[in-house]
Nanobody, 127 residues
Framework: QVQLVESGGGLVQAGGSLRLSCAASGRSFSIIPMGWFRQAPGKEREIVAVISASGERTGYADSVKGRFTISRNNVEKTGYLQMNSLNPEDTAVYYC????????????????????WGKGTLVTVSL
């Protein structure tokens, strides 16, 4: 079992940056892929970025490519999402999620329903 807790959300002006963190508990963190998702008001939840268990492979939604960077530290059991050049369209609740071992980043980008979820952290980008 894996528990995930997000932090780092808040209010930021357009053009600014935020770094989200996802603290994981459980012994299996280092062998499972993880990702970040977001849900804006009135919209469906969407994938933002994904990273393999080793950190060697990543994937991004087109809307965040070149602005967001996903990373992880398996020793510290923490995942990160560095968000730069934020704009109001990035306003959403951001969720950290993880999948069971063996699921690939390709599968996750294709719509695999993640197995473990955090409760989310709110990011608000103002003009």
């Amino acid at each position: 079992q894996v528990q995930l807790v997000e932090s780092g959300g808040g209010l930021v002006q357009a053009g600014g940056s935020l770094r989200l963190s996802c603290a994981a508990s459980g012994r299996s963190f280092s062998i499972i892929p993880m990702g970040w998702f977001r849900q804006a008001p009135g919209k469906e939840r969407e994938i933002v970025a994904v990273i393999s268990a080793s950190g060697e492979r990543t994937g991004y939604a087109d809307s965040v490519k070149g602005r967001f960077t996903i990373s992880r530290n398996n020793v510290e059991k923490t995942g990160y999402l560095q968000m730069n050049s934020l704009n109001p369209e990035d306003t959403a609740v951001y969720y950290c999620a993880a999948a069971r071992a063996g699921i690939t980043t390709v599968q996750i980008m294709a719509g695999y329903v993640m197995d473990y979820w955090g409760k989310g952290t709110l990011v608000t980008v103002s003009l």
